[in-house]
């Protein structure tokens, strides 16, 4: 492996990792042998191509992983990549509790990284569901035919906040819960602010 492409910042952020450590440096060693740039992003590990997000090394209190930003795209031949939530459209993540896995596995991680530019290089794109396919909850539906307002700047937001509140709202399991949820939001809708905006 070349030190010369490991960034500094990422081997500040790596050595102060509660947990995970040894397992993180294996991680990063396997990527760092391909043609990726090691940034960081997130305070994690992220290594791009041509300025594109490509897979990310990270630590949970579970599990480490590798985190490939459009890991739908990727043959999934060895079912190891998994989606990291329900609504995930486009990440997939190989999880590890052990070196042993990593060193195991290492031929098919490093696989999946050089699959993953390969995808970048050739344009590929994830096939994202639009705001539409995803119903709004009856609650949300009816407080926007009755404030034009809120109803005008929350089709003015991007489609990815459009989908944040969606998500959230339609979330919580019962209707009150909905309705005190969408009441608390009003208010960074109309200031054409999603959920995380400051």
């Not at 990527?31 to 992003?41: N, W």
């Not at 795209?73 to 190891?80: F, V």
């Not at 969606?166 to 009150?176: D, P, R, T």
């Amino acid at each position: 492996m070349s030190t010369g492409k490991m960034n500094p910042k990422v081997s500040t952020v790596l050595s102060q990792a509660k947990k995970w450590q040894t397992e993180l440096a294996a991680l990063r060693r396997i990527v760092l042998d391909t043609p990726l740039t090691e940034e960081l992003k997130w305070r994690q590990a992220c290594y791009t191509f041509q300025g594109s997000n490509i897979v990310l090394v990270s630590g949970f209190k579970e599990y480490c992983a590798l985190n490939f930003c459009k890991g739908a795209l990727l043959k999934n031949t060895h079912g190891l990549l998994v989606s990291p939530g329900a609504n995930t459209q486009s990440g997939r993540q190989i999880r590890f509790t052990s070196l042993r896995q990593i060193e195991e596995l290492e031929p098919v991680l490093k696989a999946h990284v050089l699959e993953a530019v390969a995808a970048e290089k050739a344009g590929l794109k994830v096939a994202y569901k639009k705001p539409e396919d995803f119903p709004l909850p009856a609650e949300l539906v009816n407080k926007l035919a009755a404030m034009p307002a809120l109803k005008k700047a929350f089709y003015a937001l991007t489609p990815g906040r459009q989908r944040a509140y969606n998500l959230y709202f339609s979330g919580a399991k019962q209707a009150q819960t909905r309705e005190a949820r969408i009441e608390k939001c009003v208010p960074r809708i109309l200031q054409g602010k999603g959920m995380n905006d400051d």
